[in-house]
């Protein structure tokens, strides 16, 4: 029997990875999701998540006393929260990457006001690719151009099938595109992985690179396109035949797409390998048409970057305590600025940097007080002096997301979700002004 | 019995981006990123039962996860921790000037510890909170 109190809301955005998938169907029931379809596991345990049967969902703000956490009103847990980062020298506003746009601009000003280092998550995933671009400019465009008209794609360092679950399904192997009628039959697919992933088990050719040596890869792909031929029986553990096969595949094809993962942001050289990626993409376009692109993890990271370069010039690791931006990666880097113990007040807002940081980091942090903005129970909320308890971003909030490609989406709400809670831009807002009031701005 | 000379790669895993979500504190996390997957070749030499709790250690510290076998093998030589406070216990924190640290491509060692516990996650990290 059809029952009448379902409400379905059609064309949902994902608020999971940088795929932004925005097809999602979602039933609710007295404001409790009942059904997902279209999502991947993943997206689809967010849903469920916000149901008011997870434990781990806050219901009030919390402040720690006596060393534990205590239930505390919002007065009380903004003004603790207000008070720390008035009376910070170097505070720490991270994070950013999953919540919206409206309210990352805020944290911008929360950043200015209190003088502190603003930093988002892709100061530990994608940061090199940034600073790559900055270096060496990007050839790029839009997962939708890619889906109609690539029939090469390459995956380099990085596993959608675990990651980015419908990837290859949306945007870049399975999917039938313009040009490319016969799906993943029109499409030659390449991966570039030490290991034997998921994704690499799907593909057309699997180059087993060894560990941190993608940097090498790159410069022999680039020599033998140059039409110089490899004094190295082997580079990066892969036989020159196979290189030049590989260069042969690549000058061959009418649209070719590099995407790339933390195999190559993560591993020892960093934004040099990214940007050797790009000039190698760059002198591709000299034979036919080859583009690049980040395969971005959090939903709103590539938003974070963006919205933050709009309000300060910078994308991330940006540093206000002489009252205007400076920018240095490596200096006013999250993990960096940590390592060097300077930072006394941690603001974090939609991250969870005790679970995601080097263990060494998360040390300095937690020697000092920490203000954890967050839904659910994590370690950082757990081990945090004040929990402000939010609305779930793209479930109970509307706000705008950028996906992997910067191409704004913007996100659904489909339930209200517990009485009391504030949206992270409500949150801003008012530490904003306690803050103000402090100062006397 | 251990293995000396494996290469650590940390990466994200779908199950364990599933646990993320349905909690992090909850013991499915656990159990979805507190393990080591092997290679077979490299898990025969260890010569234990698969699941038993092995102690790996870098240059930047050492964690006691549970060791199963990879699907996304073979790699010999290779070991896979999923993203995690397991893997960040090893992780190398520095990021040669640029910020980002490298999570990736450690030299390790491995070895089976007798009556080793695999802690679960904020008693892994509590141990920071002063």
Redesign the interface.
């Given at each position: 029997m059809i029952n009448k109190h379902v409400k379905t809301h059609t064309d949902v955005v994902c608020p999971?990875c940088g795929s932004l998938c925005d097809d999602l169907e979602v039933d609710v029931v007295n404001d409790e999701v009942v059904e997902v379809r279209n999502a991947?596991?993943?997206g689809t345990?967010?849903y469920f998540?916000s149901n008011s049967d997870?434990s781990?969902r806050y219901t009030s703000p919390m402040i720690r006393k006596d060393g534990e956490l205590h239930p505390a009103t919002w007065e009380e847990a903004l003004e603790k929260a207000a008070t720390l980062l008035a009376n910070a020298k170097r505070p720490l506003l991270y994070g950013w990457s999953s919540t919206e746009a409206e309210a990352i601009q805020l944290g911008v000003e929360l950043a200015e006001i209190t003088g502190g280092i603003l930093d988002n998550c892709s100061?530990?995933?994608h940061?090199?690719s940034i600073?790559a671009m900055q270096d060496a400019g990007i050839p790029k465009s839009t997962l939708g151009d890619y889906k109609n008209r690539a029939d090469l794609v390459i995956f380099w360092g990085c596993?959608p099938?675990?990651?980015h679950?419908r990837h290859l399904g949306r945007y870049s192997e399975f999917i039938r595109g313009y040009f490319r009628k016969d799906g993943l039959n029109d499409r030659f697919m390449v991966v570039i992985d030490?290991?034997?992933?998921?994704t690499?088990?799907l593909a057309d050719l699997h180059i087993k690179v060894n560990?941190?040596e993608d940097y090498e890869l790159f410069s022999a792909l680039r020599t033998v396109l140059k039409g110089i031929e490899l004094e190295e029986e082997y580079v990066s553990g892969i036989p020159r035949e196979q290189i030049e096969q590989l260069v042969e595949v690549m000058k061959s094809c009418n649209y070719g797409v590099i995407y790339y993962g933390?195999?190559l942001?993560?591993?020892?050289s960093?934004?040099r390998n990214v940007e050797n990626a790009i000039c190698l993409t760059r002198e591709l376009n000299d034979h036919t048409k080859f583009l690049i692109q980040p395969m971005r993890?959090h939903y709103n990271v590539a938003g974070s970057n963006i919205v933050f370069s709009w309000n300060t010039g910078y994308p991330l690791?940006i540093d206000f305590s002489r009252g205007y931006p400076r920018y240095n990666?490596?200096e006013y880097?999250?993990?960096?600025a940590l390592?060097r113990d300077e930072i006394d007040v941690t603001i974090v807002v939609a991250s969870?940097p005790?679970?995601?940081?080097?263990?060494?980091?998360?040390?300095n942090m937690?020697?000092h007080p920490l203000i954890s903005v967050e839904p659910?129970?994590?370690?950082t909320s757990?081990?945090a002096d004040v929990v402000l308890p939010v609305k779930i971003c793209g479930v109970e909030a509307e706000g705008t997301a950028y996906r992997m490609d910067n191409v704004p989406i913007r996100l659904r709400k489909v339930k209200d979700g517990p009485n009391g809670l504030l949206t992270d831009r409500e949150i801003m807002k008012r530490l904003i002004n306690a803050i103000k009031q402090k100062k006397n701005l | 019995m251990s293995l000396e000379n494996l290469?650590l790669?940390?990466?994200?895993?779908?199950d364990q981006?599933?646990a993320?979500?349905?909690?992090?504190?909850?013991q499915k996390y656990v159990q979805a990123a507190g393990v080591c997957k092997f290679d077979k070749e490299d898990f025969r030499k260890l010569g234990c039962l698969i699941g038993t709790p092995v102690k790996v250690s870098t240059e930047?510290?050492e964690v006691v996860v549970y060791s199963i076998l990879?699907?996304?093998?073979?790699?010999p030589g290779?070991i896979?921790i999923p993203?995690?406070?397991w893997a960040?216990?090893l992780?190398?924190?520095d990021?040669?000037?640029?910020?980002?640290?490298?999570?990736?491509?450690m030299k390790a060692k491995v070895e089976v510890v007798e009556n080793g516990k695999v802690l679960g996650?904020?008693a892994l990290?509590?141990k920071?909170?002063?």
């Open positions: 999971f991947c596991k993943i345990q967010i998540s997870n781990d100061s530990i995933c940061g090199p600073m596993n099938v675990h990651a679950p030490p290991r034997t992933t998921h690499a088990q560990p941190s933390l195999g942001t993560h591993s020892l960093h934004h993890g690791a990666p490596g880097s999250v993990v960096p390592l969870d005790v679970l995601n940081f080097p263990a060494a980091a998360v040390e937690l020697k659910h129970e994590t370690p757990a081990l | 290469v790669i940390t990466g994200q895993q779908i981006g599933v993320l979500e349905a909690g992090k504190t909850k930047y510290g990879s699907e996304e093998a073979p790699h290779i896979f993203a995690g406070p960040n216990q992780v190398n924190p990021s040669q000037g640029m910020g980002t640290p490298t999570y990736k491509g996650t904020i990290l509590k920071y909170k002063k």
